[in-house]
């Protein structure tokens, strides 16, 4: 069974910095590419930054320069640091995986709300 579970997301000024960290349970993590999704009220689910197996990152264009996305495979973790933050920012943040191209994995998903 494969569970991810996202934490870090909170309220914050905006200008100010949030990691996100995402655990995920089971023997999947270090072999596959990690992502990052955004959801706003009424709108798409976005991918914010991926990072692949072996390190290789991708970033949205809107958070290129302020969104770090990296993994620790030692502890099945990936995370998401982002600095100066904006409010168009908020909204609910999920961890993603897919494993070997087939089946994909959600996150509960954590709240980022950056007031200006």
């Known amino acids: 069974q494969v569970h991810l579970v996202e934490s870090g997301g909170g309220l914050v000024q905006a200008g100010g910095s949030l990691r996100l960290s995402c655990v995920v349970s089971?023997?999947?993590?270090?072999?596959?590419?990690m992502g990052w999704y955004r959801q706003a009220p009424g709108k798409q689910r976005d991918v914010v930054a991926t990072?692949?197996?072996?390190?290789?990152?991708n970033y949205a264009d809107s958070v290129k320069g302020r969104v770090t996305i990296s993994r620790d495979n030692a502890k099945n973790t990936v995370y998401l640091q982002m600095n100066s933050l904006k409010p168009e920012d908020t909204a609910v943040y999920y961890c993603y995986t897919i494993d070997g191209g087939r089946f994909s994995y959600w996150g509960q998903g954590t709240q980022v709300t950056v007031s200006s």
């Open positions: 990072i692949t197996s072996d390190g290789n990152t």
């Open positions: 089971g023997s999947i993590f270090s072999r596959n590419p």
